[in-house]
């Protein structure tokens, strides 16, 4: 099994699960959360809208079904929060990416200007030179010809 940006120190490690330390409050919360809903659920089942509630059995009945609602949403609140922390990462790593490339375009463009500059100023000295010296000039703009480059490479 791969644990792809974990570190391998046991210190980090709490349960048998395996969740990491820092993630132990988000499991905490969201368990907490699930089963007060949950709790909350049932007792409005067994007490709204039952036909004929009784109070002296909606009590046990509420711990029944919150016990197996305790024993779920432990199992399933580190999924949840495991899920959540997946998709967000890589919501936030594709940012990232798109953030990069973006980045790097703008380089890419900034460098080729650079370049251009660097031939089309080698072109237009040459040309001053020819004419200072009264020599005839006919070589080509850079941007012309067959994409060579300034000095006909």
């Not at 089963?35 to 067994?46: A, R």
């Not at 998709?87 to 200007?113: D, L, N, T």
């Not at 031939?119 to 010296?133: D, F, G, I, S």
Request: with cysteine; net charge negative; charged share 20%.
């Amino acid at each position: 099994m791969s644990h792809r940006g974990r570190s391998d120190n046991d210190a980090e490690r709490v349960t048998i699960l395996s969740v990491p330390a820092e993630r132990i409050r988000p499991h905490f919360w969201t368990f907490s959360i699930c089963f007060v809903v949950t709790l909350i659920f049932y007792i409005f089942v067994h007490v709204m809208i039952a036909e004929n509630p009784s109070w002296e059995k909606t009590p046990s009945a509420v711990v029944g079904d919150t016990t197996r609602a305790a024993g779920f949403w432990l199992l399933a609140s580190p999924i949840l929060v495991e899920g959540a922390f997946m998709v967000f990462a890589a919501m936030f790593r594709q940012k990232i990416r798109e953030e990069s490339r973006e980045e790097g375009i703008a380089q890419g463009i900034a460098q080729g200007r650079d370049e251009a500059d660097v031939v089309w100023r080698q072109w237009n000295q040459r040309r001053l030179e020819a004419e200072a010296n009264g020599q005839p000039f006919n070589e080509l703009p850079p941007d012309f010809g067959n994409g060579s480059s300034a000095n006909g490479n």
